[in-house]
């Protein structure tokens, strides 16, 4: 690299001269020059200071950032140096550098570019020949090469599920930094800083958008009928990856050998970008609502909960509501009705379609941004509905376990509404099972779950998980139905009842439990990786755990059809969510620990050390403060949702009696002031 003119900075900013065993490509001498390559048979030298005058051109507004990249840089190359840390994947960097160059070159014959104009495009310095400028264009790209192998590398060291591989040969030094920096188990670790868990989801897309989001939405027969295929065939004991391969209106992770969907199976954690309704309900139930003692079992709950940022005010706001019920009954229903929109051939309300019966069904059960759970209840009586033959007397009676509607005054319109929403945001529940036509119902797929002293049987999947529905309108506009495969709270590994569950680390270990497809001749079972993965015996086989990546419970009797490439898949997805809680702050304090490699000059190094310690600070608030308002956001859309409901939601009585005309003369129930120019009649408005 050419020396250029220094800047008053640079004469106090050499770095100290740098120790490494072996190492005679690293110098200090008058001119301050560190490091030296050769690039097409030439030594070039890289100084100090010619590192760090170019990030302070880059950076004229910020010396820290430009003294913190300049040292990063350093620290990086050494580390590619005879006796540094990456030492021995110094000639493959090298050899790809040039390839790249070389990549270039072609790039700009094919563009019909001469070489020398096209390094003027990314070259800037007009003092340097073209030779000069190529060489600089080497280094650009061998350092872009350098910093993506620290990266890969970062990965590879510290991403091992095993705590005890890291103390083989009573090594001390690498145990401690598997504590420090381990992507799974490590202080600040994937784990626990981000909180993942594994869950399956299957959307119902629908089409109630309207402005009354939280109470008048509309759907499309199509949407009741696909709401009620997706709960009666999960309730007829369908997997749910096999229900969402038939039904899901969301692509998910596909397999990549079926094309199947599988129920769009996700790692979800902290900064995944789901919708509120769909992360913090999760986070919320399983947090804040679920019995489920994690505190007890999990030596990590507090710095974990700690990471999820939840306010107060929201925490408060939540656990307060608690969930909603959705009756199996209304499912059957939804069917019965999802073509209903006439009574007796005549128009109700002057067809408005908020009356259907399917979209006020919708609008009780299914409007709901907190989550929800299908209970295997039937809908309510008419007495609890509170149905009447004449409406012009009805009371102004309250809420009770044996009237769920009453009448309320809407501050809004200043007139009175029918409501079954009480101030709490809650309806009442008929507590009786549900029975289809012929008095049967198979309720074997649903079980109890208790939440605020209230216990319920609740639909679950084929592995007894409770399935989770909620409403989101904002984007995705749909209805999910949600299960948690793994909470990133469940930490409790093998048993003598579960032999296969994995504890949490190996849960998220990074690894294909295949070595190659086929069948083990010796063994006549797939050539599994006993070496890697995570592994338990069953009748004297040595059998890969129930993880992510083995999603299946594996026994000696099993009969395994995932390929190679498909465990590669969910590794390759897997490691993605991994990598990116690395940040290059990691990186530069792992190859640079304590500051082995510092600037001469104490001032500027003490700048640089602020630096990182702020710029670290600054990334943990500005993802707190990320978290702390789409909790509040959650939270206050639960408030909106119970105040709008509980005077705009129509009476369930509405659909079960459709068009019966004393359900829409003045003071009843579906009456609307707003079609009283209507001609009476059955069906219509009376004036």
Known sequence: MIKRKKSICLAIAALSAVSLSGCSSVTSNSEGYILTYTYNGKNLQISTDEIIERYLNENRNDHAAAFYNALNEVVIRLAFEEGGELASFKSTVDRNAEDD????????????????????????????????????????????????????????????YDPSKAEEGNDTTASELQDEYNLLYGTNGYIQNKVPYHIRHILVQVDASQDYGYSRGQISSEDAHQIYQVVTTLANGTSFANTANLY???????????????????????????????????????????QNNY???????????????????????????????????????????????????VTVNENDADYYPRNIYFNKYFQNRNIAFITDEALLSDEQLGYQNNYQDYNNATITQTNGMRKVQDNVSGSSVYSEIDEDGHYITSGQTYTDESGTFNASNFHPITIDGVTKNVLCD???????????????????????????????????????????EEYYAPVNPKEMDGIDPSTQKPYWNKEDFPTYEDEGEILPKQTYVQTEEIRADSDVNNTVANYKSRVDTLSTSIRTAIDTYDTFKWLNPDYK????????????????NKETRASDDTAAQTLQDSWMSYANSIVQQNRQREYMLLPEVLARHFGESQLYVKGAPGYNAKYDSINSGSGSNQN
């Open 101 to 160: 160059v070389n990549q270039e070159k072609d790039k700009a014959d094919e563009e019909g570019t001469n070489w020398s104009d096209y390094l003027d495009g990314q070259i800037t310095n007009e003092d340097l020949t073209t030779e000069e400028k190529e060489r600089e264009f080497f280094l650009q790209k061998q350092y872009a090469r350098m910093q993506t192998t620290v990266e890969e590398q970062y990965f590879e060291r510290f991403s091992d």
């Open 462 to 504: 084929s592995n007894d998980n409770p399935i989770m529905v909620t409403r989101n309108q904002e984007s995705s506009s749909g209805i999910h139905f949600i299960v948690i495969e793994r909470s990133a709270f469940d930490t409790t590994g093998a048993s003598a009842e579960e032999p296969y569950k994995a504890s949490i």
């Open 248 to 290: 899901t209106d969301d692509p998910g992770n596909e397999d990549t050998d079926s094309g199947q969907l599988l129920g769009g199976e996700y790692i979800m954690d902290s900064s995944t970008s789901f919708v509120n309704e769909f992360k913090l309900g999760v986070y919320t139930y399983d947090l804040l609502l679920d």
């Open 295 to 345: 505190e007890e079992t999990d030596p990590n709950y507090e710095t974990k909960l700690g990471n999820l940022h939840i306010p107060k005010s929201a925490k408060a706001t939540l656990t307060d509501f608690g969930v909603s019920w959705i009756p199996y009954g209304v499912i059957a229903e939804l069917e019965r009705v999802k073509d209903v929109t006439t009574y007796g051939g």
């Open 597 to 612: 490699v510092k600037l001469y000059d104490e001032n500027i190094q003490a700048m640089v050390e602020t630096y990182v």
